[in-house]
C-alpha cells in the first residue's frame, strides 16, 4: 500500500472525522478555561500542551489530506472548507509574541469554527445561508422601506409631543431602532403613555 492510498484511508475513516471533531470541542473548552485567572493558574500548563497537541494534529489533518489528493492539490485546495481549514492551520502557526499576538489569538479563536467545516450538518447550513445571500438583500431592502415608511409616519404623528425622540427623521429611526432591537424601548413607551393615558 503506497503512502497515497494509506492517508486516502485514513482520511475517509469514520474515526478520523470523530477525533478532529473532539480535538476541536476540546480546544473550545481550553479557550474557555483560559479566560479564567483560577484555571490558568490551575491548569496553564495543560492548557499550554492542549494547545500544542491540537495545533500538531492540525498541521498533520492538513498534510495527510493533501497527501491522500497528491499530486492533484486542486482537489484539495479547490474546495473551500479546505482553503478555510488550511489558513486556520498556517495562521496558527504564527508566534504569539510582539505584534503577532493577536494575530495568533484571533487563529487559535477561529480553530472553533473549524468545528462547521468538519460536521457535514453545520457546513450545508453555512452554505444554504451563503447561496441565500443574494435573496436576503431584496428582504433587507423591503424592511429598510418599511421602516423608512414607519419613521415618516412616527414623525408626522408624533413630532409634536415627543420631540426627544420623533423630533426629526433621524430622531424617528434612531427611535424605531430602540425600540426594535428593545433599547431603553420603555423610555418611548412612557413618553407616549404621557400624551395618552390610559
Known amino acids: 500500500m503506497t503512502v497515497k492510498t494509506a492517508c486516502a484511508r485514513i482520511v475517509a475513516a469514520r474515526w478520523f472525522e470523530r477525533g ?3 480535538l476541536i470541542l476540546l480546544n473550545a473548552v481550553a479557550l474557555g478555561m483560559e479566560t479564567s485567572v483560577v484555571m490558568q493558574a490551575r491548569f496553564g500548563p495543560w492548557l499550554l500542551a492542549v494547545n500544542q497537541l491540537v495545533l500538531v494534529v492540525f498541521v498533520l489533518e492538513a498534510a495527510v489530506k493533501i ?13 473551500g472548507w479546505n482553503v478555510f481549514d488550511f489558513s486556520v492551520v498556517v495562521l496558527s502557526l504564527v508566534p ?3 505584534q503577532l499576538a493577536l494575530i495568533a489569538r484571533t487563529a487559535r479563536l477561529l480553530r472553533v469554527l473549524r468545528l462547521v467545516s468538519t460536521v457535514p450538518e453545520l457546513r450545508l447550513i453555512v452554505s444554504t445561508l451563503l447561496r441565500s ?5 431584496h428582504v433587507v431592502m423591503l424592511l429598510a422601506v418599511i421602516f423608512y415608511l414607519y419613521a415618516v409616519a412616527g414623525y408626522h404623528l408624533l413630532h409634536e409631543h415627543d420631540p426627544l425622540h420623533w423630533g426629526s427623521l433621524g430622531l424617528s429611526l434612531l427611535t424605531l431602532f430602540r425600540v426594535l432591537t428593545l433599547e431603553d424601548w420603555t423610555d418611548v413607551m412612557y413618553a407616549a403613555m404621557e400624551h395618552t393615558p390610559m
Open 96 to 98: 504569539a509574541t510582539g
Open 67 to 79: 497527501t491522500a489528493v497528491a499530486p492533484h492539490w486542486r482537489r484539495y485546495f479547490g474546495d
Open 20 to 22: 478532529i471533531v473532539a
Open 133 to 137: 445571500l443574494p435573496g436576503l438583500g
